[in-house]
């Protein structure tokens, strides 16, 4: 059944200071990051959650001071449309289930922030903007990099050809992953290194060039743990991308391994960044100088959010929407099909 909030009484609304929302799903990510950092932002704040276990609940409530009437699970979920507490809801839940709360989401009137990757196919990921569009409600995806300031640093020099242009990438992204029964070793829902880390090295290679993809000219998945990645579910993934101008860069991602780093080779010199998706920070060094702007886990998380909410407010496009998630579900799906193939398969 669709909820949908009494449009006249929307209009009548005072705007708000700021704008509540809600965590659906209290995983690892909610937990030690997102709410925290909704502790320091400005633009939002924490008012709801939506969870499937009561003992969560409870713990959340207690320590968040949440009212009972903005807690919810995933059967109440579409009574949010009646919550004028709740502005956004922000899905964090495993990969698989990203389309449907999405839509749900809309669909009850709310603004919504998914996390990354944003959906299993670019199909569903289309889908996903459209129910936002269709309710005229913002879609932002949680790339806290594109709003972290090292990030951006790097990326204006490359944009003002500060270094002349780009001639190469290479970005390498992943972490040693011990647990062996999380949502990121079954593939039903949406597991295997390239959803995850593997979006870190698109992204580096994407915002390492200033450029769209144009191809995936070779790849290769494989696993050093097969009793744990089954049924052909990548641990680990290397691939070559070709950007236009013949520029390409070499990507790589990893559940087995610590790598974290971002190499832009320019026609004046290189810059290198590394690490370049920490929480705690992203440093880099180029000919220009130093890259290195300080700051505290969560600050990402919390500039992030306060960005999209300032989006909000201000009826602004989004600064990461649906469509920059969808573009990396595209590569990640040529990835998948080259190393299948053995074959260039086009973006």
């Known amino acids: 059944m669709l909820f949908s909030p009494n449009p006249l009484l929307a209009?009548?609304?005072?705007?708000?200071?700021?704008?509540?929302?809600?965590?659906?799903?209290?995983?690892?990510?909610?937990?030690?990051?997102?709410?925290?950092?909704?502790?320091?932002?400005?633009?939002?704040?924490?008012?709801?959650?939506?969870?499937?276990?009561?003992?969560?609940?409870?713990?959340?409530?207690?320590?968040?001071?949440?009212?009972?009437?903005?807690?919810?699970?995933?059967?109440?979920?579409e009574q949010l449309a009646n919550n004028d507490d709740i502005d956004i809801v922000y899905i964090v839940l495993p990969p698989s289930m990203h389309k449907e709360y999405v839509v749900r989401g809309a669909n009850a009137g709310k603004h919504v922030f998914c996390e990354k990757p944003m959906a299993i196919t670019a199909n569903e990921c289309q889908e996903m903007i459209d129910a936002c569009k269709s309710q005229k409600k913002k879609l932002a995806i949680g790339y806290r990099l594109q709003h972290e300031p090292n990030t951006q640093a790097y990326r204006k020099i490359i944009r003002d050809q500060s270094l002349g242009k780009v001639k190469k990438v290479s970005c390498a992204a992943g972490y040693t992953e011990n647990r062996t029964n999380h949502w990121k070793q079954k593939k039903e829902m949406g597991g295997g290194v390239m959803y995850d880390m593997g979006v870190y090295s698109i992204q580096g290679a994407r915002m390492g060039t200033g450029?769209?993809?144009?191809?995936?000219?070779?790849?290769?998945?494989?696993?050093?743990?097969?009793?744990?990645?089954?049924?052909?579910?990548?641990?680990?993934?290397?691939?070559?991308?070709?950007?236009?101008?013949?520029?390409?860069?070499?990507?790589?991602?990893?559940?087995?391994?610590?790598?974290?780093?971002?190499?832009?080779?320019?026609?004046?010199?290189?810059?290198?960044?590394?690490?370049?998706?920490?929480?705690?920070?992203?440093?880099?060094?180029?000919?220009?100088?130093?890259?290195?702007?300080?700051?505290?886990?969560?600050?990402?998380?919390?500039?992030?959010?306060?960005?999209?909410?300032?989006?909000?407010?201000?009826?602004?496009?989004?600064?990461?929407?649906?469509?920059?998630?969808?573009?990396?579900?595209?590569?990640?799906?040529?990835?998948h099909a080259s190393a299948k193939n053995g074959l260039r398969v086009k973006v």
């Open 11 to 77: 209009c009548t609304r005072k705007k708000k200071d700021k704008l509540g929302i809600a965590l659906v799903g209290l995983g690892y990510y909610s937990t030690d990051l997102l709410a925290p950092a909704l502790q320091q932002t400005k633009n939002c704040y924490l008012a709801g959650i939506v969870t499937g276990t009561p003992s969560k609940a409870e713990a959340w409530q207690k320590k968040y001071n949440i009212p009972d009437k903005n807690i919810f699970n995933y059967q109440s979920y």
């Open 211 to 335: 450029m769209e993809p144009i191809a995936v000219v070779s790849a290769k998945t494989s696993t050093n743990r097969p009793e744990i990645y089954k049924d052909g579910l990548d641990e680990i993934a290397i691939a070559t991308l070709e950007f236009p101008g013949g520029v390409m860069a070499d990507i790589k991602t990893s559940f087995a391994e610590n790598i974290n780093s971002l190499n832009i080779t320019c026609d004046k010199g290189d810059i290198n960044v590394a690490p370049y998706q920490a929480y705690a920070g992203v440093r880099g060094h180029s000919p220009l100088g130093e890259i290195n702007f300080p700051y505290d886990i969560p600050w990402q998380q919390a500039k992030q959010m306060d960005d999209d909410c300032l989006s909000i407010m201000n009826d602004q496009p989004m600064q990461v929407p649906g469509e920059e998630g969808q573009r990396d579900i595209r590569i990640v799906e040529a990835v």
